[in-house]
């Protein structure tokens, strides 16, 4: 499945055949990723990659799907939903852009799109975002989306300056 989200900018499901085209994301924005994203680490290799992505498809988490975001045609992070919960309708979402896609308002763009489409196709009311309280662009994205902060839990990932706040936004929809 892919879904076009603007002339630039294209979703496709996330596959294994992935891997490549992921670890040479990650490489280009390492610096960045290893801010705020643990697997960061893990992924320097092929192998590393392979396991990133089949992870995510393999979860067994109800609801989640992942996508590879293309920019320019070009593999440029990841945006996943990461679960829904049938019951309270809420979805959790994450993402990730490589270097070459940040500052461009391809997140923005793909949130303009995915979330009224999660609300019509699946039913989902409440959207959950997870940010750490360092990731100024990550917030700048949710909040621009709408969503207001809900409340503020403790970090248990292993980033640097593990002692900030995970912040989690809600966007009612």
Not at 18 to 30: K, P, W, Y
């Amino acid at each position: 499945m892919e879904r076009i989200i603007s002339s630039d900018i294209t979703l496709k499901k996330l596959e294994v055949t992935d891997a490549s085209a992921l670890l040479n994301a990650v490489e280009l924005s390492r610096v960045n990723l290893s801010k705020y994203m643990p697997w960061e680490k893990t992924v320097v290799d092929l192998d590393g990659a392979h396991s990133y992505i089949e992870s995510r498809l393999n979860s067994g988490i109800e609801g989640s799907e992942w996508f590879a975001v293309c920019f320019k045609s070009q593999f440029s992070g990841v945006f996943g939903v990461k679960s829904i919960e049938r019951e309270s309708k809420v979805c959790e979402l994450g993402y990730w852009l490589a270097d070459n896609a940040r500052g461009k308002r391809v997140i923005g763009q793909i949130l303009d799109i995915v979330v009224p489409s999660l609300s019509y196709e699946q039913g989902v009311k409440i959207i959950e975002f997870h940010c750490l309280e360092s990731n100024s662009a990550s917030l700048k994205v949710v909040k621009r989306a709408g969503a207001t902060l809900n409340r503020r839990v403790r970090n248990t990932l292993d980033v640097p300056n593990k002692e900030q706040i995970m912040c989690v936004y809600t966007l009612e929809v």
